[in-house]
């Protein structure tokens, strides 16, 4: 009977325990497994995995935050509501959006938060990602609303930066810290995308046309180039063979100076040498006529003058111009010119004319 009652404390205690132990299903175990935080507790303790919180409520009253590790709770009284603080990615779905020309498109956005207050995020708002996404989707079309069809396409980062900017003060409020918004996909209707599409295709054809132009202009700019540069050489080439040709006839007229300059000197110098030799030969004949007529000079020059004279006479008479010559009588001529030679004059004064 002693026995029976000090085991009757046991007995309870066990009892106590066996609903949490029954709490501690295979589908928990197998959710353990897989790392993803227990969405019931095992009774008597919880365990909260690393990059996440949970909430305690105690009869349904947010009592405390259980960090990372083991707790201890109540049964049936204590309640812990998992709460992760790992950046989420929430990707908002397609919305229609008009842009400030009027053209509608489809925006759609990827949203990266962090829940910094696990209180405010869990009791500040009903369904967080449902509030924060149609938030986005405000803002998109309120963003886009102000750009044109052609900014949206560029202006994606500052788009993201804008959203980013407008939605941290309302997210605030709520625990959340956006972190990144990335604009996904702009897309315009059907007929704007085949509007645009012969836009583009027009504007290729039309820079497809001016570097055409431009490579003929240029093309033509050096062939013209290329003409004017041959030009400069050919007339600079005939410049050359000019001047060489008038350089060659410069020296080949002054070669045929020189040439003649040498030939009349010659010329002169034979002639001077053949008038000095004719009058040494005449200076020799007066001297010996001279000589024959006793010294008289005189005598000598004036049979020397007969004698040049009848040698003028004589090359008249060869010439093929002259037709008649008259010649005087030898003794008229001498007795004309003065000469009265005494050929063996003797004493007695007899002479031979």
């Not at 102000?146 to 407008?166: C, P, Y």
């Not at 030939?263 to 030969?281: N, P, Y």
Request: net charge neutral; glycine share 4%; charged share 25%.
């Amino acid at each position: 009977e002693r026995t029976n009652r000090s085991a009757l404390p046991k007995m309870r205690l066990l009892l106590l325990l066996l609903p949490g132990v029954v709490a501690c299903s295979a589908n928990d175990l197998s959710r353990l497994g897989r790392r993803r935080p227990p969405k019931s507790a095992f009774g008597f303790f919880t365990i909260v995995t690393q990059g996440n919180v949970r909430l305690l409520e105690r009869f349904g009253k947010y009592k405390t935050t259980l960090d990372p590790g083991f707790h201890f709770k109540i049964p049936l009284v204590d309640k812990a509501r998992p709460v992760t603080t790992k950046e989420i990615v929430l990707d908002t779905p397609p919305q229609n959006c008009i842009t400030a020309d009027n053209a509608p498109v489809s925006a759609d956005a990827v949203v990266y938060y962090r829940i910094f207050d696990p209180v405010l995020a869990a009791y500040g708002v009903a369904n967080l990602n449902l509030a924060i996404s149609n938030l986005v989707k405000t803002q998109i079309r309120s963003e886009i609303g102000k750009l044109s069809l052609d900014d949206t396409f560029s202006a994606r980062e500052t788009l993201g930066t804008v959203l980013l900017n407008s939605l941290q003060e309302p997210t605030d409020a709520w625990g959340v810290s956006i972190t990144r918004v990335e604009i996904q996909e702009i897309t315009p209707r059907k007929e704007i995308l085949n509007s645009m599409e012969q836009v583009m295709s027009a504007e290729r054809d039309k820079r497809a046309n001016i570097l055409r132009s431009e490579g003929e202009r240029l093309s033509r700019s050096n062939v013209a180039a290329a003409e004017a540069d041959a030009a400069v050489q050919e007339a600079e080439a005939a410049k050359k063979a000019t001047v060489l040709a008038a350089e060659a006839d410069a020296a080949a007229r002054l070669l045929q100076a020189e040439a003649e300059a040498d030939a009349i000197v010659k010329a002169a110098e034979a002639e001077a040498t053949s008038t000095r030799m004719a009058a040494e030969a005449t200076k020799d004949a007066l001297e010996s006529i001279a000589s024959a007529l006793s010294g008289n000079v005189e005598e000598a020059a004036k049979l020397e003058a007969l004698r040049q004279y009848n040698e003028a006479q004589a090359s008249l008479a060869l010439s093929s111009n002259a037709k008649t010559i008259i010649a005087p009588r030898a003794d008229e001529w001498l007795t004309k010119i003065g000469v009265g030679l005494s050929l063996g004059t003797a004493d007695g004064g007899e002479s031979k004319r």
